[in-house]
């Protein structure tokens, strides 16, 4: 299980956050966590057999809405001030689905990307894409 931070199911260390505060750098402000049972999510469906990528479970995800905002320190001039919200432009949503069972986070970015996380993507700076289109850290 290399990269895992899980050993005989139990965690070694807390993760700093609960998903990753910063997505490709830009801070994310994240909801609360749902659940998806009797909901349909386009290209996601446990009635259509899909199960967890790590624990092969079929029970419904639980899911969670993140907001992606502008650095306030880089924000560019342009973007007009009714669009901003203390300070900040919003960029794009992304949604994080939570296995029921085993507690694996994936991500479904903007532009419809699914990506696993791993325990470095829980850390201060966030999650990245490193260009190898399987994972983010």
């Known amino acids: 299980m290399s990269g895992s931070s899980d050993q005989l199911g139990l965690p070694l260390w807390q993760r700093e956050h609960d998903l990753p505060p910063r997505w490709d750098g830009l801070p994310v402000q994240w909801g609360q966590w749902g659940e998806t049972a009797g909901m349909f999510i386009c290209g996601r469906s446990s009635a259509r057999g899909e199960r967890c990528g790590r624990c092969k479970s079929a029970a419904a995800p639980q899911i969670n809405l993140g907001r992606i905002w502008t650095d306030p320190r880089t924000a560019p001039p342009a973007i007009a001030r009714g669009r901003l ?6 960029v794009c949503t992304i949604s994080a689905f939570r296995c029921a069972d085993c507690g694996h986070d994936t991500v479904l970015d903007g532009n419809g990307v699914m990506w696993d ?10 999650s990245w894409d490193h260009g190898d289109g399987a994972s983010r850290s």
């Open 85 to 90: 919200s203390r300070g900040r432009h919003l």
């Open 117 to 126: 996380l791993d325990d470095t993507d829980y850390a201060e700076d966030g």
